[in-house]
């Protein structure tokens, strides 16, 4: 069973867009990532923020994380194409590292 | 650099069969997780081996297995094949509280 859920399942926006996804946990972390994935490939490291951090940029991507509710969001601002792609959360406990269901995203130019 | 190389990208094998699927990094690390991804899933944990010694194992049966070797190096055994053993395998390098780096997978077809 997955550690984490995430929603939507799905989401599907026009380029131009921003694109929010959430995630849920259960257990105690000590930072949470969020991964890019591709056509059923490998997983593309996005941003990690910390359990003792709320919020964190890079570039387009936007993170917040509440550890009272344990929960996270993901947004993506200004969405292009090339961000079509299955987007997951992953929790991080002393070196044990758990996964969401994922969000697919499909961004329509 | 912290590539990791999966072998083989693909493979086809038949049910009741037993497969050995690969993983290596460019650089050294004793931490290395297994997962298992079906299609239009996250992925879920297998295993993980730390310093050649499983150190952490999901929810999946003792016919899935697993080596580390002294080059960090590591292997999932699967026996005995199910169709439902059709899925993505994913290693993982997972350096203490940073980001974790995976391989490419490989795809695994049981028919």
């Known amino acids: 069973s997955q550690q984490g859920e995430e929603d939507p399942q799905a989401l599907s926006i026009q380029e131009g867009e921003n694109a929010t996804m959430n995630c849920s946990y259960k257990?105690?972390?000590?930072?949470l990532q969020w991964y890019r994935q591709n056509s059923g490939r490998g997983l593309v490291h996005l941003i990690l923020i910390r359990s003792n951090e709320r919020e964190k940029h890079s570039g387009r991507l936007r993170v917040t994380l509440d550890t009272s509710k344990k929960s996270s969001s993901l947004l993506i601002t200004a969405s292009r194409a090339a961000d079509t792609a299955s987007y997951f959360c992953?929790?991080?406990?002393?070196?044990?590292?758990?996964f969401g269901a994922g969000t697919r995203l499909t961004v329509k130019p | 650099e912290t590539g990791v190389t999966q072998s083989p990208t693909h493979l086809i094998k038949t049910r009741g069969q037993q497969v050995t699927l690969r993983c290596s990094s460019q650089s050294g690390h004793n931490t290395v997780s297994w997962y298992q991804q079906a299609l239009g899933q996250g992925p879920q944990f297998i295993f993980q081996y730390y310093r050649e010694e499983e150190n952490g194992r999901g929810n999946f049966p003792p016919r899935f297995s697993g080596l580390q070797f002294p080059n960090y190096s590591s292997e999932l055994n699967v026996n005995a094949l199910e169709l439902d053993d059709s899925a993505l395998y994913l290693c993982a390098i997972i350096p203490v509280n940073t980001e974790a780096f995976f391989g490419q997978g490989t795809r695994l077809t049981v028919v």
């Open positions: 992953a929790m991080y406990n002393n070196n044990d590292m758990r």
């Open positions: 257990t105690s972390i000590n930072n």
